[in-house]
């Protein structure tokens, strides 16, 4: 149960940085690759001589080639080439339209002809040289609306993520919540708090005394079909909390960018994003580090549900006000697919 | 297929020292915590907000904190408070029967309304500072009709525990059988031979010359739903064996408490109790390591035949006059299903 | 979906060396194992007491006493004793032909009055003392008609083996394949060319200069149900290539038995056969590992292209010219699984 019409990260660059990557994203069974001039291409992994997986060859010149029998195909789902056949009757591959962009490599999985690099996620960010990314990647064995789940509650970072980012004022806020169109923005502000002890670290890195009473803020931003980009930071207390200027404040953008493989495992692609001390790699391999380990707390506590879910898939949820976000972002998934099945 | 209106051993208390446990018993996915005043509780698995285990949480002034967003559950399945919410309307999630004695936790799967402790096996040994007990615990890929099977006909042992507690003269002795309303009993006795490893090992460290003519006897009873207490022993030759004094014998009771976890799956709840040297901490710890080395040798045969009736579910198998304790346990068992198939 | 009334690989002696043995072959649980006179048996790895796989017990006697209760079983699948017991009523356990020929363990899973070792497949080499053999066996997730593809078609030497027997030539030549009976043959002829890193090495262990321009050969010949024999070798240029006299080349026959498990495993029984320098046992070593390096090379391709496959049951491959000796195998053997059908 997932939009198909629609871009899900593939992949990161290095993954194809020296050879084809075989990745499943909503059930469909891909290769991807760079094609002429460093192209990101995407097909069916499915040499259509034997069935062979494509992953398993390598690029040459620009071509696939089967790491079976040598056939060339093309980033157009066409055989190029096989030596000593002609591959005029070869029928073609499904081509998925694929785009590098932002830092990612994104295919749709769905309908090619709806395809539109203009319905990319904007991740304004990326392109910016004031700022800078660390992030990685996870696969998880659970339902992608999960993750979603979570990233659209955060009281739950007092309970998993105790020791890291949660603080005992968190759930004592109720959230503000809205849907605009197809995005859901669920607003937390906690001012005059300690700084917990990922952001106290942050905010040593960026110079700014962690001891000091904090304006504390989380802007979660679903933005469809499973992408959830979080505004987060603190600010010395009374100086504007999110509004704050720069020179007193720490802040920056959770990235989560969520690709179903199946109807229960996601590749979760995270990170964040930040406009401080952005040529301080040394910093950028700490937050990468702190941050990996909050969303591994995570980790197990989402299969677990998972597996709780699939046990009993017909029991009910309750929806509180704290899962407002989540429920609404559900709401946003349910209408796009339903529109997709319409449509065909 | 297994009685749920019995007690069952859901884990020992060292499993629920520190934090809930998790574990599945006839089926049913449960929690196991302590609640008030230490006493033990079990309730479904599934927290009543998003479905996620409690068995995550953490216990805090006796009520179960759900470890995703602080959810706080009572003993009595009804959920006291959390964070930021009214909680009254919230569905009751299933209470199952608890109760600690004899130095286990047990519970009662089926219908609540017909628990009562007055069912619960009699071991006396549990609570007699005479004696002592060393044990624990195997998860076992079988039926636990199986295990049952194992226990109630001991001729294995020659095969099976060659170097430990088998002997030759193991199969030579016919058992005598008995039903005794839902008990049934099996006894074998063995006289004028040598102790075998285990034995001898046990008669050293009561002080006995290991080397002795002995007379040798095994008393195993089944107790539904699924207890094997198996009384075992030896005595010098000619002192009247089981009946033979304390000083000229020595012997304890081999305890195996059974619990489905699935159709094809078991917690193997095992140990020895005696009633000799029972301060002798390190005579514990050595009977314990050997007795954990003998059921040992068992999986693997119990797993593989679980395998092979998998395989062929329908085939027969042959009930010879040794399977005659195993054999009428089951009829025990299929009675009491039955039972309970009759009243719903 | 493979003929049943065939003979197949069980093992190899040394499998059978000390104890029996447990496996699947053609979806039949069998046990192996030496009888009378070191006789080889073969029989359903069931006990007819309580349905325990009699490959955990041992053999004494010639009889294969089961590893729980001690009965004991012949050759012919009845039950010979058991402590304690008469056993004349004992159901018999149906037993497979099975002979002992050219190095290896032959078991028939079909109808046993069909078996005859007239039918067994002729391996000359393996009696005769001018010849040695050395090789060793694989479990691989596949179709057995995969790795019948792979083997008649050796195109993909050139993709999948390039740093050992591939070399650019070999798909410049275009195979000539032939029907004979029941059995396939394909044959490439290679001229004038350099010798690949294996058969540098073999010429080398062989006396003759591994810089010479050879003539190169590869003629494989399926012989049903899953057996693949292929000459192979290099000789000097110009001095007759596969029937060059035997001071001017290095040449072997490549032995590839297949045994299927299930639909989509097989036990692969693989080596070389040479009749040059038979009695250096180091060289037999150094050709065995090099070409179980080899052949672990086509194991993650057929095991991908399975799983690939078995995604897609029903879509379709192509048969290309280089595909016609794999092709051809299957129509053989698909005739002869439509023989068994008809006849049952």
């Given at each position: ?16 940085a020296?050879?084809?990557l ?9 290769v ?9 291409a995407?097909l ?8 062979a997986?494509l992953s398993?060859g390598?690029?040459?010149?620009g071509k696939?080639?089967?790491g079976?029998h040598?056939?060339?195909m093309?980033?157009d ?6 030596p000593g056949?002609?591959v ?9 339209p694929a785009v ?5 490599v ?5 309908d090619?002809?709806q ?14 040289p ?15 609306r ?7 509650d955060l009281t ?8 890291s980012?949660g603080?005992?004022e968190?759930d004592e ?5 809205a849907v605009e169109g197809?995005t859901?923005v669920?607003?937390r502000?906690?001012p ?5 002890p990922?952001?106290?670290a ?6 700014l005394?962690?001891s ?10 679903f933005?469809?079909p499973?992408?959830v980009l979080i505004?987060?930071?603190v600010?010395l ?14 802040s ?6 969520i690709?179903?493989e199946t ?6 692609f995270?990170g964040?994003?930040?406009n401080f ?5 040394a910093?950028?391999?700490?937050i990468?580090e702190?941050q990996?380990k909050?969303?591994?707390?995570d980790l197990e506590?989402?299969?677990?549900q998972?597996?709780?879910h699939?046990a009993?898939?017909e ?8 899962d407002?976000?989540?429920?609404q972002?559900?709401?946003?998934v349910?209408r796009?697919?339903?529109?997709e099945r319409?449509a065909r």
């Open positions: 149960m997932f939009p198909k019409n629609a871009w899900y990260v593939a992949c990161t660059p290095d993954e194809i020296t050879r084809p075989g990745r499943t994203v909503c059930n469909e069974r891909l991807v690759f760079r094609g002429p001039e460093g192209k990101v995407a069916e992994d499915w040499c259509p001589h034997r069935g997986p398993l390598a690029v040459v010149d696939l080639v089967c079976y040598g056939l060339e093309g980033c789902g066409k055989t190029v080439a096989m056949q002609r005029r009757g070869f029928a073609p591959l499904r081509s998925y590098e962009r932002h830092g990612y994104w295919v749709w999985p769905g090619a002809a395809a539109d690099a203009a319905k990319l996620p904007h991740l304004p960010w990326a392109d910016d004031a700022w800078t990314f660390g992030g990685g990647m996870f696969h998880v064995r659970c339902d992608y999960l993750m979603i789940d979570n990233l659209m739950h970072e007092k309970y998993v993520h105790a020791t980012i603080q005992p968190l806020i109720v959230p503000q919540s197809d859901v669920t607003r502000e906690i005059g708090v300690k700084a917990p990922f952001w106290a942050a905010m040593r890195g960026n110079g005394d962690d000091a009473t904090v304006d504390r803020w989380q802007r979660c931003r933005v469809p499973a992408n505004d987060v930071g600010a207390a009374g100086q504007g909390g999110f509004d704050a200027p720069a020179a007193v404040k720490t920056g953008i959770v990235v989560d960018l690709t179903p109807e229960t495992s996601i590749w979760y995270w964040l994003a930040r001390k952005p040529e301080d790699a910093l950028t391999a700490q990468r702190a990996s909050v969303f591994q707390e506590m989402l299969e677990s998972q597996r709780n699939s009993q898939p029991r009910a949820l309750l929806s509180l006000n704290t407002y976000g989540g429920v972002a559900r709401k946003v349910q796009l697919v339903e529109q319409a």
